[in-house]
């Protein structure tokens, strides 16, 4: 299998976005924070669409479309928490201004489909640096604000207090999901960011509590996912996403089964 350059280039890739996933993922998770996430990656198939209609890179029109409309998110502050309607609305309305944008340009329809449903077995050499570079921005950053943003998120009232900006976190960790949104949709696609996003991350918060324990078993359990997806991908010839979509969701299932079970033990002993 890793005798041809292009699965190896997918290995590759696959390590890069999944730990990046996983651990950006793990907090994303935390501050309640997904659907705003998944909205992103609506946004950014817009942008890519979008540049390709202009002639310019439809994987920079996704990057700087997806980091605009985080940092735009993370402006609203405590206004976009709860407001599922409005970020509903955001993520139709970007969906459809990119098949508008496909429309005008049909040539680019091959491409579309490979943004909706990933195509890490296309991933080429310049792409590899593009998602290394980002990759390590984004954890650098992410290390950067690690303190104030848990804090922020677990306690954001005594947070403010103590003169933490809410708002200057919530943008700077949304223009992170951004830009990690761009580059897992080189994996799994617009429609299944939730794949390695979430998945990972909701699997390991049911596993412990411990914050460092969790951030390293998010960033695990999807380069697992990916990387035994990939795997399977190529001796089944079915599509990545699909395999990496269903490890992600029966290990969540698996998961909230075994925690279901365990909590009901002590019920039936105590009857």
């Known amino acids: 299998m890793l005798e041809f350059d292009f699965m190896q280039n997918a290995f590759i890739a696959g390590g890069l976005v999944s730990v990046l996933a ?29 540049a390709a209609l202009l002639g310019l890179s439809p994987m920079w029109g996704l990057i700087w479309v997806t980091l605009l409309g985080g940092v735009s998110m993370g402006a609203l502050g405590e206004r976009l928490q709860g407001s ?8 139709s309305l970007a969906l459809g201004l990119g ?12 491409q579309a489909t ?3 449903f ?9 792409t590899l640096w593009t998602l290394a570079w980002l990759g390590m921005a984004c954890l650098l950053l992410l290390a950067i604000m690690a303190r104030p943003l848990v804090f922020a998120s677990l306690q954001p009232e005594l947070a403010e207090a103590k003169g933490v900006s809410l708002r200057q976190v919530s943008m700077l960790f949304l223009a992170i999901v951004a830009l990690t949104t761009a580059e897992c949709i080189q994996i799994v696609g617009v429609l299944l960011v939730f794949t390695l996003m979430v998945g990972p991350a909701a699997t390991a918060q049911k596993l412990t509590s411990h914050l460092g324990t969790g951030v390293l078993l998010a960033a695990l359990l999807a380069l697992a996912e990916a990387w035994l997806g990939i795997t399977l991908a190529f001796y089944t010839d079915w599509p990545t996403s699909f395999w990496i979509t269903a490890l992600s969701s029966s290990a969540y299932l698996a998961v909230t089964v075994l925690h279901m079970l365990r909590n009901r033990r002590p019920l039936a002993s105590a009857a």
């Not at 907090?27 to 924070?33: E, K």
């Not at 599922?84 to 993520?91: A, F, H, K, Q, S």
């Open 99 to 110: 098949m508008l944008f496909l429309h005008f340009f049909t040539a680019y329809a091959t």
């Open 22 to 50: 996983g651990v950006v993922g793990f907090f994303l998770v935390m501050r309640g924070q997904t659907f705003a996430g998944h909205a992103l990656s609506h946004v950014g198939f817009a942008g890519a669409t979008g």
């Open 114 to 116: 490979a943004l909706l």
């Open 118 to 126: 990933g195509n890490v077995l296309g991933v080429n050499t310049d």
């Open 84 to 91: 599922d309607i409005v970020i509903g609305t955001i993520l």
